[in-house]
């Protein structure tokens, strides 16, 4: 019988304090959870919009690593921000990562109150090739 790994994808610092993971992994998709813009490595959310976008992606670049995949594996960004204005932090970030226009993942971005202080939150579906 062959076992498959853990479903379950966890980041020092960067899962839930629910008891969800940062991600999941079934074969080769995988999904995050919300990630979130807090510091990767002191765990506090930032006030402003742009600390939290650039703690956001590294952080999902984190969880991707994690599961075994990279950015070059995400086929979907959904990204949830809390007023119209984080939009412009979003993307010099989207830019960075994805400079190429023809070898961009599909993006989604919508507009809705989030809690505690967050200004924006991510998640990700990726699908890793061998």
Request: glycine fraction near 8%; proline fraction near 8%.
């Amino acid at each position: 019988m062959t076992t498959r790994p853990p479903r379950s994808i966890h980041v020092a610092g960067g899962s839930h304090k629910a008891p969800i993971p940062a991600g999941a992994r079934v074969g080769p998709l995988l999904a995050t959870s919300a990630v979130n813009g807090k510091d990767p490595v002191t765990g506090t959310l930032p006030a402003d919009a742009a600390s939290q976008a650039a703690n956001a992606f590294t952080n999902l670049q984190a969880v991707l690593a994690a599961g075994g995949a990279s950015l070059a594996d995400v086929v979907k960004l959904a990204v949830t921000i809390g007023d119209e204005s984080v939009r412009e932090t979003v993307n010099p970030h989207w830019l960075a990562l994805f400079p190429d226009p023809a070898d961009r993942p599909a993006r989604h971005i919508t507009v809705q109150a989030l809690q505690h202080g967050m200004w924006l939150q991510i998640e990700a579906l990726a699908y890793v090739q061998g």
